[in-house]
């Protein structure tokens, strides 16, 4: 089983600060997914990455593959990047969940 | 279309009640996911279908029974369910591959209340 360890657990920032957001895992994998769920439930994959970094608008998702280590930075954040961030390790059509970090961006 | 639909949205049931969930994909993916997810912990694997088949079933009590009637549908059946068992239930779809992995597509949840 693939540990998936993330941290911190819980952020607050203000409107406007650089978040990072990390997450580790014990065993290799065949990709690193990061996804975002709002309060009532629904989830919405954000990045998928086996290996060095992906950039969507002002998100940005690193990995390192000898260090089995990723990162989701958010740039310029905002209230509406309000959400539970959870990294999940991939194996074939296994996914191991991180414990999630839940982000409070304030005005 | 990149939508997974489930239904109810929402959902109270007795302990004695049979109900169904329902998930459906039409993004001709082969891989059909549930999962549960108690309040502020991450989703639980329950069951993998790949290619209609049952791959996965994370020792799941018997009072939940998925069915996968073809590739765009997956049913989680609930019969005799525990309080406990209230939960948000997840469906997700993803491609079927080896090695990298496909993206998995999650839909909204079902919230399900067992009284």
């Known amino acids: 089983k693939n540990e998936v360890e993330q941290s911190p657990q819980n952020l607050t920032a203000q409107e406007g600060e650089f978040i990072t957001i990390n997450c580790s895992y014990s065993v290799g994998i065949s990709a690193l997914h990061w996804l975002q769920q709002h309060p009532g439930g629904g989830i919405v994959s954000l990045f998928m990455l086996s290996s060095g970094k992906k950039k969507h608008g002002r998100l940005i998702a690193t990995i390192n593959i000898q260090e089995k280590h990723s990162s989701l930075h958010i740039t310029a954040s905002h209230p509406r990047d309000s959400a539970v961030y959870i990294c999940a390790s991939r194996t074939g059509n296994q996914f191991y969940f991180g414990t999630g970090t839940s982000l409070t961006v304030i005005p | 279309d990149t939508e997974v639909t489930q239904t109810p949205k929402h959902l109270v049931m007795g302990m004695t009640n049979k109900k169904s969930l329902k998930c459906e994909q039409h993004m001709g993916h082969r891989a059909m996911y549930w999962y549960k997810q108690k309040a502020k912990k991450p989703p639980e694997l329950m069951f993998v279908?790949?290619?209609?088949?049952?791959?996965i079933n994370e020792s799941v009590p018997s009072r939940f029974s998925p069915e996968c009637p073809n590739s765009s549908l997956l049913n989680l059946h609930l019969h005799a369910l525990q309080p406990e068992d209230s939960a948000l239930y997840l469906c997700a779809s993803s491609q079927v591959g080896r090695g990298r992995g496909y993206e998995q597509y999650f839909g909204p949840g079902t919230r399900l209340t067992v009284t």
């Open positions: 279908y790949s290619y209609e088949k049952l791959s």
